[in-house]
């Protein structure tokens, strides 16, 4: 992938990691949403959809709770969405390495979070007497600055994430030696397991919530039995 | 709920309606309310920020020694969820123009902000958006295109989020500082237990549809599937906070992608 073709893929990483914290929080920076996009603009959207299925399954783990440390879920769809949209089909190594791929750019792009809120936290410090005077300039500039380091954050680890993994996922896919059925099998049982995992960890609390799932497992198995 | 002295709750002066231009404003600006998010003030500088158009009605205006002294306090530390902001907001945008002395205003900012992120965490990290995610898998594991699944999620998620930022404001604006009691919503109380529960039963529906679909035809291994998948749930249950899912689905992923490169 050129640097020309990567570029409105990394203005979709750079719009979708804004939407994770800054701007409008409207949740487009979902896995489920943001793979499928870039799926669709390299022109396989069931591909992107296929992926932001599980990377949404394994975001389920992490919760955006206030000042706690998260993947960056939004330019990480991106990313997975493009690598395996642009895959052949039926190439057993594409799901695990590009959902490798956007797992590590997901973890970078966390970090990259991090680094953002201690620049804009210096920054608050050096306009410190102005924001204390009431200056509306100085207000204005720092959010407005915020939010523009937060699009070229965005856009920055996906055009680096691109970079780096499109070859990778190339080179890993015409080398895989695993069977197809298993290596779809793992991904499955991770996602399953992840997703599993989380639904308890956020509401083993609530009443009866066993008893619900369980509900839910007999819906399910009904509608096997009527397919 | 919030802890104010009752001659604290009972003595606003009557609510000064603002212009709608000015409401809009701040709704919109609600939704960069994050924008400069830091770990020094957190969530303050957005609370000065989108409070800013109502605090232009203040005597003097843009110029006036009291927009420039409202401006700077608004502008402070606060930790708020973003969603339930606008009940800040709109509180303290009310509050500066009634007048309300800045000791009081202060002192109400900070026993506001503690409950606003716990039931803001609970009511939309903790509850809704799992909701909406399962609903969304649920679709794709009943067959739904892409159009539908994302669809069904954005409109889902955003019908609640765009309601919920709204009702945030104008309960804001309209109680002032009475606002604490509007904490006391059944939405924001009970929500989260009605929506836990529903997404217990959606779960346990579209996560083993969308394996289902994800597997494809070769049904073969599903047997294995399932019953790996269980332990691993089991496991991970037992562990709950000492280990990350997602931190180690990475580590396994990546020994079977350097296990199938290398064989």
Not at chain 1, 143 to 168: E, W, Y
Not at chain 1, 199 to 213: C, E, G, N, P, Y
Not at chain 2, 205 to 218: D, E, F, S
């Amino acid at each position: 992938m050129s640097f020309l073709e990567a570029l409105p893929i990394a203005l979709l990483g750079a719009l979708f990691g804004l939407d994770v914290v800054s701007f409008p929080q409207a949740m487009i920076s979902r896995p489920i949403v943001a793979a499928t996009a870039a799926g669709a603009f390299i022109g396989n959207p069931p591909g992107g959809l296929l992926i932001g299925v599980v990377l949404e399954m394994i975001a389920l783990d992490t919760l955006p709770f206030g000042a706690s440390r998260y993947p960056e879920w939004g330019s990480a769809g991106v990313v997975g969405g493009a690598l395996f949209a642009a895959q052949p089909s039926g190439m057993p190594g594409a799901l695990p390495s590009c959902l490798l791929a956007a797992l590590l750019t997901a973890s970078i792009s966390g970090w990259s979070m991090v680094m953002l809120r201690r620049m804009i936290a210096r920054r608050l410090a050096r306009t410190r007497d102005q924001l204390e005077a009431g200056s509306r300039d100085a207000l204005l500039s720092l959010h407005l600055s915020g939010m523009s380091l937060d699009l070229l954050r965005g856009a920055l680890v996906t055009i680096v994430a691109m970079a780096v993994f499109a070859p990778l996922v190339k080179a890993i896919v015409a080398v895989w030696g695993s069977e197809s059925a298993a290596s779809h099998a793992v991904v499955v049982v991770i996602a399953a397991i992840v997703a599993g995992g989380a639904l308890w960890k956020v509401f083993h609390s609530v009443r009866h919530v066993l008893w619900f799932f369980a509900a839910g497992l007999l819906v399910w198995s009904a509608l096997l039995m009527t397919r | 709920m919030v802890g104010f002295a009752d001659d604290e709750m009972t003595t606003v002066s009557p609510a000064r309606d603002l212009p709608p231009r000015v409401k809009l404003a701040m709704y919109f600006r609600l939704f960069a309310l994050q924008g400069s998010w830091n770990y020094e003030t957190l969530n303050g500088t957005g609370v000065g920020f989108a409070m800013e158009p109502a605090l232009r009605l203040l005597p003097g205006g843009l110029n006036g020694q009291q927009y420039r002294a409202a401006l700077a306090r608004e502008s402070r530390y606060f930790n708020t969820h973003p969603y339930l902001a606008g009940v800040a907001v709109g509180a303290l945008a009310r509050a500066e123009l009634d007048g309300v002395e800045a000791s009081r205003i202060e002192r109400f900012r900070t026993a506001l902000a503690g409950p606003l992120g716990s039931v803001g965490d609970r009511l939309v990290w903790a509850s809704w958006l799992p909701f909406c995610s399962l609903v969304a898998i649920g679709v794709f594991g009943a067959g739904g295109s892409a159009l539908a699944v994302v669809g069904t999620f954005l409109l889902l998620y955003n019908a609640g989020h765009f309601l919920l930022r709204a009702w945030g404001l104008r309960i804001g604006l309209s109680r002032g500082l009475n606002v604490a009691s509007a904490l006391g919503n059944p939405v924001l109380r009970q929500g989260p237990d009605y929506i836990g529960r529903a997404a217990a039963l959606v779960g346990g529906i579209a996560l083993p549809l969308a394996l289902q679909r994800i597997v494809g035809p070769g049904r073969a291994l599903v047997g294995g599937i399932i019953a790996a998948a269980f332990v691993g749930i089991v496991l991970l249950a037992l562990l709950r906070e000492r280990a990350e899912g997602w931190r180690i689905a990475l580590g396994v992923l990546a020994v079977f992608v350097l296990y199938s490169v290398l064989t």
